[in-house]
T-cell receptor, first 117, second 116 residues
Framework: DVKVTQSSRYLVKRTGEKVFLECVQDMDHENMFWYRQDPGLGLRLIYFSYDVKMKEKGDIPEGYSVSREKKERFSLILESTSTNQTSMYLC????????????????FGDGTRLSIL | GNSVTQMEGPVTLSEEAFLTINCTYTATGYPSLFWYVQYPGEGLQLLLKATKADDKGSNKGFEATYRKETTSFHLEKGSVQVSDSAVYFCALSDRPSSGGSYIPTFGRGTSLIVHP
């Protein structure tokens, strides 16, 4: 089974701090994603990476950046946190499988609940 | 653009009741369709999928049929259990991105609460 591991389940930080959220997958997936999940809004895509060092902005990239130096690891960076970034953050990965890519499901980590005070 | 609309919850049922969670979609092409489930305190996990019209996905007693004519993918289960209490997300995959990959579009989720 694919395992997607997020480094922290809960984090509490203060406004203005720099925060790194780490995600590691163990199945050699090309694609990795960062979402935030808020009540009533569902999942919103922050950033997406389809290969090492390659990234693409999602629907809500403002205030975030990402890093993918190795295929298995995808980091979300909050350069200077604000209270409106309090949320549940979910990492996911999927196979690219050229030609069948749209049939590939995503595999999710258990999430990091981040609170900014 | 692509979109997924799910019925708003929460859906509250008694154990052994029949479940339907409606999902309709808008897509420009021919998407693959998915249902994911999120149990409390966990991430999403794939429940079932269908990749072309008239396909039926099934898993753990849940079923959904890809209806192209009505652009729907409703989730059903004949007899729910307390352990089915979770949030259910409908999703489609039809948004190509760089690198030849696809970015899914999710519905907002429907919470299911099953009472003993």
């Amino acid at each position: 089974d694919v395992k997607v591991t997020q480094s922290s389940r809960y984090l509490v930080k203060r406004t203005g701090e720099k925060v790194f959220l780490e995600c590691v997958q163990d199945m050699d997936h090309e694609n990795m994603f960062w979402y935030r999940q808020d009540p009533g809004l569902g999942l919103r895509l922050i950033y997406f990476s389809y290969d090492v060092k390659m990234k693409e902005k999602g629907d809500i990239p403002e205030g975030y950046s990402v890093s993918r130096e190795k295929k298995e690891r995808f980091s979300l960076i909050l350069e200077s946190t604000s209270t409106n970034q309090t949320s549940m953050y979910l990492c996911a990965s999927s196979l690219s499988n050229s030609g069948q890519g749209k049939n590939q499901p995503q595999h999710f980590g258990d999430g990091t609940r981040l609170s900014i005070l | 653009g692509n979109s997924v609309t799910q019925m708003e919850g929460p859906v509250t049922l008694s154990e052994e009741a029949f479940l339907t969670i409606n999902c309709t979609y808008t897509a420009t092409g021919y998407p693959s369709l998915f249902w994911y489930v999120q149990y409390p305190g966990e991430g999403l996990q794939l429940l079932l999928k269908a990749t072309k019209a008239d396909d039926k996905g099934s898993n753990k007693g849940f079923e959904a049929t890809y209806r192209k004519e009505t652009t729907s993918f409703h989730l059903e289960k004949g007899s729910v259990q307390v352990s089915d209490s979770a949030v259910y997300f409908c999703a489609l995959s039809d948004r190509p991105s760089s690198g030849g990959s696809y970015i899914p579009t999710f519905g907002r989720g429907t919470s299911l609460i099953v009472h003993p």
